[in-house]
Nanobody, 124 residues
Framework: VQLQASGGGLGQPGGSLTLSCAVSGHTISTYVISWFRQTPGKGREFVAGSSRQGANTRYPDSVKGRFSISRDNLKNTVLLQMNGLKPEDTAVYYC??????????????????WGQGTQVTVSS
C-alpha cells in the first residue's frame, strides 16, 4: 500500500488549503485513513481521522470546526479541507492508513502505512 500526499504550499492566515492523499496498491475501504502533522523537534500530531466508509470522523480540539476530512473510496482518495488557517498550522502533513478503533485514531503506532508528507506553511 502506497500513500501519496499532495496539495501543500503557502496559505495565508484565515485562508484555505486542500490536501489530497492518493492511495494505491489496495482499496482504502478497509482502512481508517487519518492525517497527522509534524513540526521540527516534535512528534506527529493527529489532526483528522475517517472511518472506513467515512461515516465517522474525529478531530482534536485544535482543528475542530476548521478542518474537514472526506474520502472517496471509489477513487481511493482522501481529502483534508483546511479552513481558517493559523500560523500554528504550519507543519509537514502526513496521511496514514491503518485499522485502529475509534478511540485510538490519534495513536501513530496504529497505522501501518504512511505517505511521504507535504509541507504546509501559513504566513502573511
Amino acid at each position: 500500500v502506497q500513500l501519496q500526499a499532495s496539495g501543500g504550499g503557502l496559505g495565508q492566515p484565515g485562508g484555505s488549503l486542500t490536501l489530497s492523499c492518493a492511495v494505491s496498491g489496495h482499496t482504502i475501504s478497509t482502512y481508517v485513513i487519518s492525517w497527522f502533522r509534524q513540526t521540527p523537534g516534535k512528534g506527529r500530531e493527529f489532526v483528522a481521522g475517517s472511518s472506513r466508509q467515512g461515516a465517522n470522523t474525529r478531530y482534536p480540539d485544535s482543528v475542530k470546526g476548521r478542518f474537514s476530512i472526506s474520502r472517496d473510496n471509489l477513487k481511493n482518495t482522501v481529502l483534508l479541507q483546511m479552513n481558517g488557517l493559523k500560523p500554528e498550522d504550519t507543519a509537514v502533513y502526513y496521511c496514514a492508513a491503518g485499522r485502529p478503533v475509534f478511540c485510538a485514531y490519534d495513536q501513530t503506532n496504529q497505522y501501518h502505512y504512511w505517505g511521504q508528507g507535504t509541507q504546509v506553511t501559513v504566513s502573511s
